[in-house]
């Protein structure tokens, strides 16, 4: 069993960044893919990042390639997204999800475990 808590969330301009920090409960949590997903008001649960249980893997969404960067931290079992140059269009509730899968998948119904979420707002 894997428990996720997200943080990290808030309300910041258009260009600015934003660092979210998914924490995990359970010894076996650098045994699963991690992942980041988002969801607007109205619209699908869409995947944003992911990345390999080693960490020396990692998989974007086209949209944020090159602004956000996933990163893992095996000793303290978190798992970061760091966000530059956010627009208003990345305002969302953002979710960790953790996986049993040998790689990194973007359908989020192979994700076994799931955070309370995080909000994200970009003003323009």
């Known amino acids: 069993q894997v428990q996720l808590v997200e943080s990290g969330g808030g309300l910041v301009q258009a260009g600015g960044s934003l660092r979210l920090s998914c924490a995990a409960s359970?010894?076996?949590?650098?045994?699963?893919?991690t992942a980041w997903f988002r969801q607007a008001p109205g619209k699908e649960r869409d995947f944003v990042a992911g990345?390999?249980?080693?960490?020396?893997?990692?998989v974007y969404a086209d949209s944020v390639k090159g602004r956000f960067t996933i990163s893992r931290d095996s000793a303290k079992n978190t798992v970061y997204l760091q966000m530059d140059n956010l627009k208003p269009e990345d305002t969302a509730v953002y979710y960790c999800?953790?996986?049993?899968?040998?790689?990194?998948?973007?359908?989020?119904?192979?994700?076994?475990?799931w955070g309370q979420g995080t909000q994200v707002t970009v003003s323009s």
């Open positions: 990345i390999t249980r080693s960490g020396g893997g990692t």
């Open positions: 999800a953790a996986a049993n899968t040998i790689m990194v998948s973007r359908v989020k119904h192979q994700y076994d475990y």
């Open positions: 359970g010894r076996t949590f650098s045994s699963y893919i």
